[in-house]
């Protein structure tokens, strides 16, 4: 997709599905992650915990589930910064339908992914969407090559302007919190194929399980690290957000969070074909 997912993009996802519905995308997701092997790994760890607003409590407090069922119950429970702002983390006070949809976990991205008929990217397809490919009109035999295919940044390799994207950098102008898609003050970061927000402004979870080695893997022939036989502690997140300085929102800058993790500076944006897996 062009942006990340908005506010307004999930609202719909989320109103147009019966409970019934919900749950079969959030069973559908459990068994993606690798089912109750998963949820054994995930308690093994401590992983097996959303943040959630609780009566008067913050939205930091700690909701453990220790079961599938127990947790599509929480995941059921919706995107409660909606009707609860004021007990929303910084990043959600200024709702917004064209601000991206932060506070969903892996496990939400995938479930509006499979509702959509589309799916997260991989780790690879997010940063040659970042960069461009080698060639930038998607056919080699076009020939329209990529000026800077290694580039750091979606403009290029230099850091000219602390206002070009919505980092940490833009702190200083007052800006603390999420930005809409379609800011027009961050045009110049626009991907060499047009994709808005690429760096900063939130985090983007890929369909990857984060593994350190996983460039070295690659060689001639990508390979996803989402597989049926592997399980691991975290999943990917690329991008950078409103929150991190300029060493982390460049376009090679991994991250990673466990698959319930929720946050006011992370969210997703979908790719518009499904993969083998789906």
Known sequence: AKTPTTCGQYK???????EDEKRKLFTQVYE???????????????????YVIKGDKDFNNKKYFNSKEEMIEILLQGPQWWTRPKKAPLGWKD??????????SWLEAMAYCLWAGYTLPTEAQWEKAAKGGIYLDGDDSGKLKNPNPRRI????????????????????????KTTSVYDKRFTSAHS?????????NVWEWCIDWY????????????????????????????????????RDVRASCR??????YRSDDLAFRSLAFRSSRL
């Open 12 to 18: 719909i996802y989320w109103d147009a599905t019966s």
């Open 32 to 50: 993606l992650c690798g089912g109750d092997k998963w949820l054994e790994k995930s308690k093994e760890w401590g992983h097996n915990y959303f």
């Open 95 to 104: 709702y917004d339908d064209s601000h991206p949809v932060i506070g969903v």
């Open 153 to 176: 940044y979606t403009w290029g390799d230099e850091w000219d302007r602390d206002d070009r994207i919505n980092s940490s950098e833009l702190k200083k102008k007052g800006e603390t």
């Open 192 to 200: 060499p194929y047009g994709c808005v927000d690429m760096l900063g």
């Open 211 to 246: 593994d350190e080695e996983l460039y070295s893997k690659l060689k001639d022939k990508y390979t996803t690290s989402q597989n049926d036989n592997l399980i691991l502690k975290y999943h990917s997140v690329r991008g950078g957000s409103w929150d991190v300085d300029r």
């Open 255 to 260: 991250g990673r969070d466990r698959d319930a």
